[in-house]
C-alpha cells in the first residue's frame, strides 16, 4: 500500500535557528507532494505544492527564502523551517500523490516546538 | 476567508448513534472532496471520499451525502465506536492531482461507550 514517513517526528530547535524534516513517500510515485502546517487550533495552512519537473508553488505568507523545498525525486521531498520562531511552531505535514490521482497520502508530520 | 467551512466544532455521540458532520464549501469549481480522519498526534488519514459528479458514497459505516447546488456535503458515522473518537476534516480541491486539497476546521467526534 502507499505509505508516507516523515522524519523527524518531533523536533526542537532554538528561536533564530533553522530546521530539516524529511518526507519519504514508499509504494508509488511521489509526483506531487504538499506541505502543509497545522496549527495548535488544528487548522491547516497549505506552505507549498512541490511537482516533479515543474516550479515550486508557494502560498501567499509562505516564501521559498523561509521555506526551501527540494523534491529531487520520485520518492522524496524535504522542507527547511529557515530562522524559526515561535509563530513557526505546529504539525508539519506532508502529502504526496501520484499524478493523476486525486488521494492525497500523509505522514505521522513533524512536530516543531521552538524555544 | 474559509474556503470549506465545518460545523458543529465538536459533537459527542453515545455508542450505537449516528454521527453527523457538515462541511460546506464557497468555490463552485471544487470537484473533489475527501473526509479525513486525525488521530491525536498523528498525521490525518484518508477516510472516504466523493466527486462533484456523485450525491452520495458510502463505504461500511461511513457515507458521504452531497448537495452540488447548495455546496454542502456531509458525513454520517453510523453505529458509532469510541474509536471512531477523532478530529474529521473535509477538504476540497478543483482538478485531479494538479491542486492541492483546501482544509475546513474540523470537528472533533467523542463517542461515549
Known amino acids: 500500500g502507499a505509505l508516507v514517513y516523515q522524519y523527524p517526528r518531533r523536533t526542537i530547535c532554538k528561536s533564530g535557528t533553522s530546521m530539516r524534516m524529511e518526507c519519504q513517500a514508499v509504494g508509488f510515485q511521489a509526483t506531487s507532494v504538499a506541505w502543509y502546517r497545522q496549527s495548535p487550533q488544528k487548522t491547516f495552512e497549505l506552505i507549498a505544492l512541490s511537482t516533479v519537473n515543474s516550479a515550486i508553488k508557494y502560498e501567499q505568507n509562505f516564501t521559498q527564502e523561509k521555506f526551501p523545498i527540494s523534491h529531487p525525486n520520485l520518492s522524496f521531498s524535504s522542507m527547511t523551517v529557515l530562522n524559526a520562531y515561535l509563530e513557526d511552531r505546529g504539525l508539519y505535514l506532508c502529502?504526496?500523490?501520484?499524478?493523476?490521482?486525486?488521494?492525497?497520502?500523509f505522514g505521522h508530520g513533524t512536530k516543531l516546538s521552538v524555544l | 476567508q474559509q474556503q470549506v467551512r465545518q460545523s458543529p466544532q465538536s459533537l459527542t455521540v453515545w455508542e450505537g448513534e449516528t454521527a453527523i458532520l457538515n462541511c460546506s464549501y464557497e468555490?463552485?469549481?471544487?470537484?473533489?472532496f475527501p473526509w479525513y480522519q486525525q488521530f491525536p498526534g498523528e498525521g490525518p488519514a484518508l477516510l472516504i471520499s466523493?466527486?462533484?459528479?456523485?450525491d452520495k458514497k458510502e463505504d461500511g459505516r461511513f457515507t458521504i451525502f452531497f448537495n452540488k447546488r447548495e455546496k454542502k456535503l456531509s458525513l454520517h458515522i453510523t453505529d458509532s465506536q469510541p474509536g471512531d473518537s477523532a478530529t474529521y476534516f473535509c477538504?476540497?480541491?478543483?482538478?485531479?492531482?494538479?491542486?492541492?486539497?483546501?482544509f475546513g476546521t474540523g470537528t472533533t467526534v467523542s463517542v461515549s461507550p
Open positions: 477538504a476540497a480541491s478543483r482538478d485531479q492531482g494538479g491542486r492541492a486539497l483546501i
Open positions: 466523493i466527486s462533484s459528479v456523485s
Open positions: 468555490d463552485s469549481t471544487f470537484n473533489y
Open positions: 502529502g504526496a500523490r501520484t499524478g493523476g490521482n486525486e488521494r492525497l497520502f
